[in-house]
């Protein structure tokens, strides 16, 4: 596996370079399907709501969800997470494909990346985005600066 970060260097002289990634399997506007999903699957989401359940703040949630986040810490590499995340799903990749497949299903790979180095970057090697081509869904990625 490839090291995900390059690092010149911080924002600042006496800062650290400090790197965070995630990976998520994101099903949105599906939540009659929520049980069947775990059920085929024998996954259990990271967390999963239905559209007008109380969400953050007190307000409802505008659509449905149900996730599967890589339990790995932010510090480990993207390509980990992405593995993480095609381990546990390759097994149902004919179930998760066909349901994504469908027009109205929104599923995708949502992707973070986090650091506080406005000039560093991520690679990914090739073999890490096997996920998203084999369930033919799209691939996100959150870049935050801090």
């Avoid at 999903?37 to 989401?45: F, K, Q, R, W, Y």
């Avoid at 149902?92 to 299903?105: C, E, F, P, S, W």
Wanted: glycine share 4%; hydrophobic share 35%; charged share 25%.
């Amino acid at each position: 596996m490839s090291d995900s970060r390059t690092s010149p260097s911080p924002d600042t002289p006496s800062e650290s370079v400090r790197f965070g990634f995630s990976a998520i399997l994101r099903i949105m506007c599906a939540s009659e399907r929520h049980d069947d999903i775990e059920d085929v699957t024998g996954l259990t989401p990271t967390h999963k709501h239905r559209a007008g359940e109380e969400g953050l703040f007190g307000e409802p949630w505008p659509n449905d969800l149900w996730t599967l986040e890589s339990t790995l810490p932010p510090a480990a590499p993207l390509d980990d997470h992405l593995d993480w995340l095609w381990n546990e799903v390759r097994p149902h990749r004919d179930y998760l494909r066909d349901l994504a497949a469908q027009d109205d299903v929104d599923m995708y790979v949502f992707c973070g990346y986090r650091s506080n180095c406005a000039e560093c970057g991520f690679e990914l090697a090739p073999t890490s985005l096997q996920i998203v081509e084999a369930l033919d869904v799209p691939l996100q990625v959150s870049v935050v600066f801090r």
